[in-house]
Structure formats: structure tokens, C-alpha cells
């Protein structure tokens, strides 16, 4: 895996934590992106086209919601 997850979230988002809470259980590491705390992630994600979270990013494709399947198959 060249390059990490990404993973946009707000402090209000319970997809975001069940996303980490999974990325956690399989040992993937992710870098968080929090909308709710940082203006700069809120601005990126808008940028990108979306407007609600999660929004996760793995090797440049992006995954809108908790996709698990989805997410499954870009990790492997």
C-alpha cells in the first residue's frame, strides 16, 4: 500500500466512527480529516465535489459513506 487511507469525518458522524472503529480492527492506518475542526478539510472536501462524510480515500479513489465492500476491494 503506497500511499494511506484518508478518511474525512465530522464529530457528528456515526458512519466516520464505525469507518475508523473497522480501519482500527484491521490494522489499517488512515489519516483523519476532520471537517467539524479544521476549516482547510471542511474547504478540500467541498472542493472534491462532496458535501457530507465520510468521505474515504484509498490510492486516489473515493469512497462516499461506510462501504465496507467497496473499501474491502481498494485494500486489497
Do not use: Q, W
Not at 5 to 31: P, R
Not at 41 to 55: C, D, E, F, I, T
Amino acid at each position: 500500500m503506497n500511499k494511506p487511507v484518508e478518511i474525512y469525518t465530522s464529530n457528528t458522524c456515526g458512519y466516520c466512527n464505525m469507518a475508523k472503529d473497522y480501519f482500527k480492527e484491521k490494522n489499517i492506518e488512515y489519516i483523519e480529516h476532520n471537517v467539524s475542526e479544521d476549516p482547510d478539510a471542511r474547504k478540500k472536501l467541498m472542493k472534491m465535489g462532496y458535501m457530507s462524510v465520510p468521505v474515504i480515500v484509498i490510492e486516489g479513489e473515493e469512497v462516499l459513506g461506510f462501504d465496507r465492500n467497496r473499501i474491502d476491494e481498494l485494500l486489497k
